[in-house]
């Protein structure tokens, strides 16, 4: 009966809202339409309605989170917790699920002297960012932009983007969390949270590292319970707080001292792949990210009409006649900036590029590229300008330099030049991937995205994606992150991670997981039924307690 519940049981809203108070649990169906709908990929690629929940909650600390839970085992529900909700899994995936929105839960706490913040599921990343630079401090932003949750890409979801090139991807900067498990009545503390007296300062405390277990290939999206505290490591801020006025979409910056923007493009892929693989070695870049000219027009412009002239006139896609890389320079010193900036002209020289003070695009240019390097402030803009939603071709994932731009890029472009010559995607331009490199090194991220009418029938999204992960396959490309099995001897993670959510949550309390259960292998109720092999999962058990 539990399977088909469409509807929550009187007695099992009743004890919600005892606990949580009649404000904070709801199964009103306005309340509930709300949350069934998602702009960010799965309204682009359906164009239809999430699946419902049965309830909505807002626990406001760890004990009501933790009473949430116990609720929906006890009337054989679901929970599925979110942050900031970006993307579709944060929605429910089967038919008797109570969403829990963390919204109530924002808390910061900032220790300047062992340089981290610990913060809950609703402290935004740029939130963190305003708090701690007043210290001294800087905190990555990931490609979602300053509106997305620090704890959710750290522990459970994608932490990749232009600033991970110095201060590395959130899940990287995960020093410890709190983990509400899904039964209601534990709660396990990974990394120095769990000794006593050791605060939040080191990423996993002594003995093996379990961040592995916890994030798998792109995060577990909520399927091993519910992140209810996260330590995130800080990073350096030689200069003042970063200060804006003026009025939206352009505020207007204030310069900062020893801080320099470039932004630089390449005849051809081999010749971005030189120079990329030199930059990242020289250790040179804050921010390093590639834009295409559909990002500018989309997060330049204020109206749709205004995007359209841009398309018309041309006047980013001239200026870049392919997608153009954004590097920032936040130095110490003046000498250092020097430095670093001739050594970057002196590459850009050597690879055949072209090097552009972004100053010289004008204040509208400057002003999106100098707020995106330091915040992640239009990024999120680009994806939903100018249609209201997006999605993203496949192959989509995390590679080395070489195969993002010579394997990924080139399938990516010859799909959507058909399709945008058919008029059944968005004409947002062929070469408009955004990308990100990590660490220094040569690794990085890529994704292709596009935007599409869905009222307009001749447009599709479908086609263009099968396409690509055939592309992909055809190469032993990762599709949307997972790793491809190239043998027998090999570890595939994504099963591995499955069989540690069966573990932790047996009695399937966690809502599956959507679009992510492809990419991490999780399958559909309770974090992944399909275990075929016990005895390994006896021998992860064993090695957990």
Not at 421 to 437: G, M, T, W
């Amino acid at each position: 009966m539990a399977n088909l519940m469409r509807q929550i049981p009187g007695e099992a809203l009743k004890e919600l809202k005892e606990t949580l108070g009649d404000m904070n649990a709801s199964a009103d169906p306005g309340v509930l339409q709300v949350y069934s709908f998602m702009n960010s990929m799965g309204g682009a690629l359906t164009g239809v309605w999430w699946a419902s929940p049965i309830a909505v909650t807002l626990p406001s600390n760890t004990d009501e989170v933790r009473a949430v839970l116990r609720i929906c085992k006890k009337y054989g529900m679901r929970a599925k917790p979110h942050s900031s909700a970006w993307i579709m899994s944060a929605l429910a995936n089967s038919s008797r699920v109570v969403i829990m929105d963390l919204r109530r839960m924002d808390d910061l706490e900032i220790n300047v002297r062992d340089g981290y913040a610990v913060v809950e599921p609703y402290c935004t990343a740029g939130e963190q960012q305003v708090e701690i630079m007043k210290l001294g401090l800087n905190s990555h932003v990931n490609g979602a932009g300053p509106n997305a949750s620090n704890l959710a890409s750290a522990t459970s979801m994608q932490g990749s983007g232009g600033t991970s090139q110095s201060m590395s991807n959130s899940e990287r900067n995960c020093l410890g969390v709190e983990l509400c498990l899904p039964n209601g009545e534990e709660v396990l503390y990974l990394g120095s949270p769990g000794t006593p007296n050791a605060g939040w300062f080191c990423g996993d405390g002594p003995g093996p590292s379990l961040r592995g277990m916890m994030r798998g290939a792109i995060g577990n999206a909520g399927s091993q319970g519910v992140y209810t505290r996260c330590g995130m490591k800080c990073y350096p801020w030689y200069m003042p707080p970063f200060d804006c006025g003026g009025s939206p979409p352009f505020f207007d910056v204030t310069p900062l001292p020893n801080y320099e923007l470039r932004t630089a493009f390449w005849p051809d892929y081999d010749s971005e792949c030189d120079a990329l693989y030199r930059i990242s070695e020289n250790e040179l870049t804050d921010y390093c990210a590639r834009l295409g000219p559909g990002a500018y027009e989309e997060a330049a412009s204020t109206t749709n009409e205004e995007y359209l002239s841009m398309v018309e006139s041309g006047i980013y896609r001239n200026t870049f006649p392919k997608g153009a890389w954004t590097f920032s320079f936040a130095a110490s010193c003046s000498e250092e900036l020097e430095c670093r900036l001739k050594t970057v002209e002196k590459i850009v020289d050597d690879t055949g590029g072209i090097l552009i003070d972004t100053t010289d695009l004008g204040h509208d240019a400057h002003q999106l590229v100098f707020q995106t390097a330091i915040r992640g402030c239009y990024i999120f803009k680009a994806a939903f300008m100018p249609t209201g939603s997006w999605m993203c071709f496949p192959p989509m994932s995390y590679e080395t330099i070489d195969n993002l731009w010579k394997i990924n890029q080139p399938i990516n472009e010859e799909i959507k030049k058909e399709l945008i010559a058919r008029e059944q995607i968005s004409d947002d331009y062929f070469d408009n991937v955004y990308a990100s490199l990590d660490e220094h090194g040569h690794f990085g991220h890529v994704e292709s995205p596009y935007h599409t009418e869905l009222w307009e029938e001749k447009e599709q999204s479908m086609s263009g994606m099968i396409r690509g992960v055939m592309e992909g396959l055809k190469h032993h490309v990762p599709i949307l992150y997972s790793p491809q099995p190239q043998g027998e001897d090999l570890a595939v993670y994504s099963a591995l991670i499955a069989k540690v959510a069966y573990l932790l949550d047996p009695d399937g309390v966690m809502d599956g997981m959507g679009i992510s259960s492809m990419t991490m292998g999780m399958g559909s109720g309770g974090g992944g039924r399909s275990i075929d092999d016990i005895d390994e999962l006896e021998e992860i058990k064993e090695a957990l307690t």
